[in-house]
């Protein structure tokens, strides 16, 4: 075999361990994905969203919004007002809604903030906090007292 032959071979070898080197699911998206179908398999729902600018979630670049995480609970015999709240040195900052919320001190890590509406509570957090899924049990519990208030 020519040397042409000899680096055609390699560069296709090459090429195809690249390929499927480049298929692995990185550990941090699988640890991601773990703690979502756990978070859905006790109640919340976990979804990713465009941060809402109330929650003053900086930016992702100057001309585009972040995507943040938000986890919610449906109760479905609720009739919650509307309110939103942001995490501001661990208590509540009520910025739309009944100010009873205002000040109330919040345990969980990551959480940029919290929203309520009709039959849904949930909270936008950084889910690169508790890649562990330590906190969900807590999550749950927090939010619906939250709707119990």
């Not at 090459?14 to 978070?39: C, T, Y």
């Not at 979804?47 to 670049?61: F, G, L, S």
């Not at 995507?67 to 509307?82: Q, T």
């Not at 929203?115 to 957090?125: H, P, T």
């Amino acid at each position: 075999m020519s040397n042409v032959g000899i680096w055609i071979t390699a560069a296709i070898v090459l090429f195809v361990l690249g390929s499927i080197f480049g298929l692995r699911v990185s550990p941090r998206e699988k640890a991601l994905g773990s703690m979502r179908d756990q978070a859905r398999k006790m109640g919340l729902h976990p979804r990713i969203i465009v941060a809402p600018e109330w929650t003053k979630v900086p930016m992702a670049t100057e001309k585009r919004a972040s995507m943040v995480a938000y986890y919610s609970v449906l109760i479905p015999d609720a009739r919650l007002a509307l309110m939103r709240a942001r995490v501001v040195d661990g208590k509540l900052q009520v910025v739309q809604g009944d100010q009873k919320f205002n000040d109330l001190t919040i345990a969980l890590k990551g959480v940029y903030a919290i929203d309520m509406q009709a039959n849904c509570v949930g909270l936008y957090w950084n889910e690169e906090i508790d890649l562990k899924a330590t906190q969900l049990d807590e999550m749950k519990a927090y939010l619906y007292q939250l709707a119990q208030r």
